[in-house]
């Protein structure tokens, strides 16, 4: 998976504010996938803020930054209040809580004024502690995708048409994992598809880029071709996210998404679709 697609949801535990904006401004500047949940300054707060998601049934964050000394105490005290789910990451400004944070199973421990290589080793792991979760959890998810994929009334295994699913329906959902979860994303919300170093990926309308594991030419037999139209080796355009087309040199079209689209990468018509697209836009 390409990092730079998938949101690691970060929360900060600190309660010096100019810790909190140091912290932050590192994460921005070094992981601009990182986006920080929230950011709470004592125990109370923390506990408040995690059995709240707990609660309301939202997944934990990915990585929980944590400083030691708290105003109300020190951060040891959370994991006796509740659950930490998330990969934790230490931070302090004296080294004689080691032991202890290695004894909750910390991914690392900086030391303040936190430096650059330190955090990017610590994120790093993170990242790879995830990525290993991740993969442990895809052989069951898929099976579940699987399931999902070829349901049929009436047919246990349906046979597949030119269009790649039972019945020659359309897909109308995609199932995205994310974690331990996985999320329907509706074909109506899809502004467009493409690839990019052999992944496939999702933009939608409400700015999100999930990861597909098809590859392009699967996903454009399943989906409606009177909706979607293959612009090019790369990319998959939906007619409803289309704001305007210019002609470029040498016979190529440019597209412009309408406002608030996340344009990513240039989305061009290649020569030898032009005419086609121009006849599927003015059927």
């Given amino acids: 998976m390409n990092d730079k697609f998938k949101t690691l949801r970060t929360l900060i535990v600190e309660d010096e504010p100019l810790a909190q904006r140091s912290l932050g401004n590192l994460l921005a500047e070094n992981f601009p996938e990182i986006m920080i949940a929230g950011i709470t300054d004592s125990v109370k707060g923390t506990v408040e803020w995690l059995s709240a998601l707990e609660a309301k049934g939202t997944p934990a964050p990915d990585i929980i930054f944590m400083d030691v000394e708290l105003a109300d105490g020190n951060c040891f005290q959370i994991f006796d209040k509740v659950r930490i789910k998330s990969n934790v ?3 302090t400004a004296y080294d004689s809580y080691a032991v202890k944070a290695f004894e909750i199973n910390s991914i690392d421990y900086l030391l303040k004024p936190i430096e650059t290589a330190a955090l990017i080793r610590a994120v790093c792991r993170a990242k790879e502690r995830i990525s290993a979760a991740d993969a442990a959890a895809l052989p069951d998810i898929r099976k579940i ?5 070829s349901m049929t009334a009436g047919e ?11 019945g020659g329906r359309r897909k109308d959902k995609f199932l995205i994992r994310l974690n331990d979860r996985i999320v329907p994303v509706s074909t109506r919300n899809i502004a467009y598809f493409y690839s990019e170093a052999k992944n496939s990926y999702i933009v939608t309308y409400d700015d999100f880029t999930y990861v ?6 699967t996903i454009e037999r399943e989906i409606d071709p009177g909706a979607f139209f293959r612009i090019s080796r790369s990319c998959i355009i939906s007619e409803n996210a289309i704001d305007s087309i210019s002609k470029l040199l040498g016979g190529r079209l440019r597209i412009t998404l309408k406002k608030g689209i996340r344009t990513y990468p240039e989305l061009i018509v290649s020569r030898a679709r032009a005419d086609s697209f121009l006849g599927w836009l003015d059927r």
């Fill in 89 to 91: 990451i230490m931070t």
């Fill in 145 to 149: 995708m699987s399931v999902f994929n």
């Fill in 156 to 166: 246990e295994s349906p046979a597949r048409t030119e269009t790649g699913l039972p």
């Fill in 212 to 217: 597909l594991d098809d590859p392009l030419d």
